[in-house]
């Protein structure tokens, strides 16, 4: 529904490129799909709140959501416009495509993790707090890795 509109006005057409057929590709239907399934993916892990304590514990996470939600957005948004603009369904694009939404699946989670340790750090640790996520001994680990 949002790439027919977007399809109908032109978004993203630019001067340079001869905007592609209109038809959307199997590819470009899959990848919405999976764009689809990671934003629930994010969403479906928050419970429905049964308290009002709950409520304003899960309310904590809504900024690392928007952040994940709006960086998923962007790729998926170029995305689109590579599609429009060049149509490729080549083996190269297909394969490249695949290692793209593979790589949005699985990094989901990591993204919510972070942006929910950054988002609680920068709030002053409001919900959940930020030394029950990451430990000391673990922060110590990851940085022993990063200097060999």
């Not at 304590?53 to 590579?82: D, R, T």
């Not at 369904?89 to 989901?108: K, P, R, S």
């Not at 942006?115 to 030394?131: A, D, N, P």
């Amino acid at each position: 529904m949002i790439r027919e509109k977007l399809i109908e006005k032109r978004v993203g057409a630019a001067g340079k490129f001869r905007w592609r057929s209109e038809e959307i590709s199997r590819i470009e239907g899959l990848s919405d799909a999976v764009f689809g399934f990671a934003i629930t993916l994010l969403v479906v892990s928050l419970e429905v709140p049964k308290t009002f304590n709950e409520l304003a514990h899960a309310m904590s996470g809504f900024g690392a959501f928007a952040i994940c939600f709006a960086l998923l957005f962007l790729v998926w948004y170029n995305q689109h416009k590579f599609f429009r603009r060049y149509g490729l369904q080549d083996t190269v694009t297909i394969i490249l495509n695949a290692i793209l939404l593979f790589l949005i699946l699985f990094y989901v989670y990591p993204l919510k993790f972070l942006f929910t340790f950054l988002v609680s750090k920068v709030t002053g640790g409001h919900g959940e707090s930020v030394c029950q996520m990451v430990t000391s001994n673990q922060c110590s680990r990851a940085k022993l890795r990063w200097e060999l």
